[in-house]
């Protein structure tokens, strides 16, 4: 069965530094999504990509993060500078099309800002 | 703005009770509703979804779901828990443009 892969899977760095993750969705989904998962709470959506364009990053840090998918295939999230309030899990997720589609999720990426 | 509430932070059933977790949400239109499990440090799997007509929804190990449109409600029930349904679940709403928004979640512990 095809899955979402993400590496790292965990990842410890010091506040400044840059961090980036990657994700690669299943085969032929058209939509990507990146999201933010504190402890203790549910997923936020970071940004939204169809195919390679942005659809939706209101919820993204611009000053700090950015996120592509070049060739609408494969996606990177980076945050440089990080700070400690970006400890938590990154979850990729991958979709055949908007609207009320079902969205499998990948393992996470567990993030640690010391 | 859409918005999910999962009222119960944490609940503790017996294994081979009965369990129901709640979800209450708001949204203008007629919504798509999903419930989501989450092993610890794992990502999430797809329990069920809502789209439109039978407002009784079946979905995988078991688990069923209700739309109740009148309570802005879409709770997720199983008849007979097992130890290995411990795990966090997540109830979403989701808009015609894809975007989801999540509750929190509800903890389930198990006891044997």
Redesign the interface.
């Known amino acids: 069965e095809a899955e979402v892969a993400q590496s790292p899977r965990y990842k410890i760095t010091e506040k400044s530094q840059a961090v980036a993750f990657w994700c690669d969705p299943i085969s032929g989904h058209a939509t990507l999504y990146w999201y933010r998962q504190i402890l203790g709470q549910g997923p936020e959506l970071l940004v939204q990509f169809q195919d390679e364009s942005v659809v939706d990053d209101s919820q993204l840090p611009k000053d700090r993060f950015s996120a592509e998918r070049l060739k609408g295939v494969d996606s990177t999230l980076k945050i440089q500078p990080a700070e400690l309030g970006d400890s938590a899990m990154y979850l990729c997720a991958s979709g055949q099309d908007r609207g009320g589609e079902t969205q499998y999720f990948g393992p996470g990426t567990r993030l640690l800002v010391l | 703005a859409q918005s999910?509430t999962q009222p119960d932070i944490h609940i503790t059933v017996s294994e081979g009770a009965s369990l129901e977790l709640r979800c209450n949400y708001s949204y203008g239109a007629t919504p798509?509703l999903f419930w989501?499990v989450q092993s610890p440090?794992?990502?999430?799997?797809?329990l069920l979804?809502y789209?439109s007509g039978d407002t009784l929804v079946q979905g995988i190990k078991g688990f069923e779901a209700e739309f109740k449109r009148s309570q802005s409600s879409f709770n997720l029930r199983k008849p007979s828990v097992h130890w290995s349904d411990a795990a966090e679940y997540?109830c979403?709403v989701?808009?015609?443009?894809?975007?989801?928004?999540?509750?929190?979640?509800t903890t389930l512990t198990v006891k044997p």
């Open positions: 999910v798509y989501y440090g794992q990502g999430l799997q797809l979804k789209f997540f979403a989701d808009t015609n443009a894809g975007k989801s928004t999540f509750g929190d979640g």
